[in-house]
């Protein structure tokens, strides 16, 4: 059954809402820091050309609508030594999502087999153990993880490099270039996945010892479909959506997090530059960042949606 074009529509005109309310409220923040730098509350430094840009001087629905009007059309402004944002916060993205989107999704694979493994299997000792183990582990600061696992795997250990995405000069780590910057990518993305996973492994399993429960799934048990096929083909599927639509929100607890770990593993991502130009007070790079992370959220909330959707038609009903 394919999915309802008018739920498209939908979920098309939810992210355009979720993104005008983040620009409306990145600018309102920023706007009310202009106007306590003025009264004297707060003192910050506001180069007269970012005065100009964010029409800080107008009242503020017509500096909103302005410097909105110029987003749209990519001008993000310049950063305090005069580049083009744009030119300066684009290499930054790519780090980022390389980073962020390969781990989430790993942590969702892993949560739903893990999830209806232990659902499966409900009342035993694995299933007791992954429970118990999900319930232990969720929630972890991922500052003090990322601490932790450099700790251990970098400082004690020596097992793998503790910063930056590759090693600058010889001698590589493993031997080559391309092992060297596996190697520097191991502790980032298992420490996101270790954060991440137990969530969807909770999920997950809620999830499928409620379908486990339905009449069609007795029925498929006393006929001849396999125990391994019945779970892993029909259950698993049919416990996926609650944890996909997850996707997005944990994404955006990732993107939220991002400065802690890749201030702590010096990953040159955008959470690593917002820390940098907050510090600097860089007004316009901070709030290009701000949206970039919520466009990258929205989109993957949004295929999220779309890929819930299309395993349970119902959702898009």
Known sequence: MPIAASYVVRRVAFALVTLFIVALLTYYLAFRVYQQTLTGQLFAIFPQNDVQFFQFNQPFIQGFFGWLGEMLQG?????????????????????TIILQIPAVVTSLI?????????????????DKVISAVSVGTFGIPTFWLSTVALLVFSYELHWLPSFGVYSPYPPYWWGSFSLDVIAHYILPFFTLVAVSTPLYVRVARASAIDVLSKDWVTSMRLSSVGRRSLIYKHVLKNAAGPAISLFGYNLAIFIAASPGIEVVFNWPGLGFRFVKAALAFDQPVMLAIVLIMALVTVIASFAA???QAALDPRVSL
């Open 75 to 95: 001008n993000f402004g310049r950063n305090i030594p005069g580049a083009p944002v744009i030119a300066v916060v684009g290499p930054w993205i790519l780090p």
């Open 110 to 126: 892993l949560g739903l087999f893990i999830g209806v493994f232990a659902a499966s299997r409900r009342g035993s000792i694995a």
């Open 305 to 307: 949606d779309i890929a």
